[in-house]
C-alpha cells in the first residue's frame, strides 16, 4: 500500500469523508449526517460497508441514499467483506480519507468495551480524523458549543486549526479551548516540607503555567471572527475534559488521536482518549494531525 | 482488656510528643539547608535513641522509652500502624496509567532501573555473602540476596516528586517520565518485598508455600486494582456527597487501608501489601478531590511518619552499627546500579544523553522508602543492623545529592 500521499497531509480540508453503513436503525441518520458535511466542506462521499453484498441491502441502501438526497454520481459505494476494524481502516487509507464518520453509543456494555466496539476500535487506531456521533437525527445536527482539548503537544495546534476551520464552515461562533492541569503528585510532594505561603505560590505557579502554555497555542491560530475562551480545569487528563463537556452541554469535543497504540491495558487503566471513549459526553471529533 | 497503668499512659503520651515535636523542629531546620525532612526524623531518633540519650542520660531514656510492661506494646502497635498508613500514601500516588501514558521511554527506563540493580545486588550478596555476614544456608543466603537485590532496586516517589517540584521539572517530560518509571518501580519492588517477607515468615512457621504466596499475591493484586477499583470508583462520588466531608470518605479510605491490611496479614502475606495494594486503588480514582488527597497526606505525613522514623533511631544504635565496607559496598552498587539502569532504560527508549544522565540520577533517590524496606527486613530478621545503617545511609545520600546530580545534565 503506498502511503506516501497520507503523510504529512494536513487534517484539513475536508476533501473526502467516509461513512460506515451498518444497516443499524441509526444507518440513515449517520448517512443524512455525513451527506449534509460533505455538502459544507464540499468532500466527495464515501460509503463503506463491510460484509456481504445482498440485493436487498442494495435495495435498503438506494432507499436511504434517496432519503438523505446523495447524489449517486458524487459519492462512491465500496462493498467489501473482512474484518469491520481493519478492513475500514484499510478502505481509508487507500481512499485518502480525510474525515470518517460513525455510530456510537454513549456508552458500551462492560464486556464490549474491554474487548472494543468497532466505532471504539477504529477511532483508537485511525489514520484519519474520526467523527463519533452519538445521537445522530435525520434533521442536520447543530453544533452550538464545541469544547476542543488544549492539552501541551505538539499535534494540539492542528488540533484547534482543524476545529477552527470546522467551526467556520458549521458558523459556529462559540469555541471553548481547554487545558486539563493534572495536578496528581503534588499532594505526595508539599505534604511535609511546605509551608501555606509557599503550597499557594506553588499551585499558582502551576495554574499560570498552564494558562500560559494554552495562550502560547491559540495564540497560534488563526480564529478569525470566532469568538474563543480558553479555560483551565484541574483534573486526570481526559476525565477532566469529559466532565466538563457533559457539564457545559457541548454538541462537540474535539480531541487530539492517541500519541501510543492503544491496547487493553489502557482500558483497564485508563487514561486520556480512553476515559472519552468509556462514556462519550456528546459528538466527538479525534483530530489526527499526520504529523 | 488490659488497660494502661495512669502512670504508663502519662509516659506514653510524654514519648509520642517528644517525638513529634523534635521531629519538627529538626525538620524545620533541615529545611533551611533543603535536607530531607526525613534525615531530621531520623537524627531525632538517633538524639532521643541508645546512641546518645541513652548513653549520655539512660534513666531518662529508659523512663521515655520503657523496654518492659505495656508502653512498649503500645509504641508496637503504633509503629506497625504507622507504616501500614505510609505504605497507604505510597500506594495513592502510583497510578499505573502514568506508565502506560508515557510509553516505551517510561516502561524501559522502569525496566531497567529496576533490572540492573536488582542483579547486582543479588549477585553480590549471593557470591559474596561473607561480607554482610550471611550464612552459606542456600535458604537464607537466596532471602538475603533477594531482599539486597530489592532494596536497591526500589526508588522514593515523595523525595523525587519534591525534587521535581524544586527544579520546575515536574510536569515536564523528563519529569513524568522519572515519576512514571519510578511508579512501577515502587508497585514491583513492594510486590517481591511482600513475597520475601512472607517467605522469611514461611521459614520461622511453615505457613505456605511459595507457589501459593505468589498466587495470594498476584491475585489479590489483581483483584484489588480491576475490581476493589471498581468498586470504589463507583463508591467514591456517593462518599463524597452523601457522607460528611472530608470526615467520610476519610475515615471509609483508612478503614479500607486497614481492611485489605489486615486480609494481607492473614493470609500470610504482610499488611504492607494490602495497604500498599488499597493505596493505588483508592488514589488512582478520579472522583477522588484533591483536598481528600492532601488531608490525607498531611495526616500521615505529619504524623504518623515522625513517629515510625524517630523510632528507627530509638531502635538501632548507629555509631556501633557502622561499618565502614558495608555502607562503602551498599553506596556504590546503589549508584552504580540504579543510575547506569535508568540512563540505559531512558536512552533506550529515545531520550538524550544528557536527559537520559538527568533522569538516572533523578531516580537514584531512595529516601523514606528505601528506610521503610530496611525497617521491616531488620524487623523480620532478613538483615543485620549493619547493613541496616548502611541501606539509612545509602538512603539519605541518595535523596541528598540526586537533586544537584541531576541538575548538572539539565540543559
Redesign the interface.
Known sequence: MDLSKLKRRPAYPFETIAVAISFSPRCQSILSEAKRLSDIFGASLLLLHIGDKTSEKEQYLDGIMLAAKVDPNHSRIIWMEGDPVDTILQLCKLNIVDLLVLGALEKENFLKFYIGSIARNISRKAKCSVLLLTNPTREPLKFKKIVVNGVENPKTINTINTSLYLAKHLKVKDITIVNEMDVSGLAMAISDNSTAPQTKELKKNLAEDSVETLQMIIDKCDAGDIKVTNKIIKGKPGYAISKFSKDKKADLLVINSPDTHLNVFDRIFTHDIEFVLANLPCNVLIVHSRV | MIKLAHSELIVLLLSISTMLIISRIF?ELG?RWKLP?VMGELIVGIILGPTILGMLYPDIFGYLFPKTGNIPIALDGIFSLSVIMLLF?AG??V????V??Q??VAVYTSMFSMVIPFFTGFAVAWFFPEIFSISNEPGPKLLFALFFGTALSISA??VI??I??DMNL??TNIGMVI?ASAMFNDLIGWLIFSWILSMTNQIHSDTLSIGYTIFYIIGFGLFM??IGKKIIDKTLPWMQTKLSWPGGVLSISLGICLLSAAFTEAINIHAILGAFIAGIAFG?S?HLR?EA??I???F???FF?PLFFVSIGLKVNFIENFDPVIVAIVLVLAFVGKVLGATIGARIGGMSKNQSLAVGFGMNARGAMEIILGTLALNAGLISKPIFVALVIMALVTSITSGPLMKKFID
Do not use: C, W, Y
Open positions: 525538620a529545611k525532612v500514601v495513592m500516588e497510578q499505573l496509567s502514568q502506560l501514558k510509553g516505551k516517589l515523595p516528586a519534591r521535581l517540584m515536574f510536569k515519576i486494582l480491576t488512582d478520579v484533591e488527597r492532601e490525607i497526606h498531611q500521615v505525613t505529619n511518619a
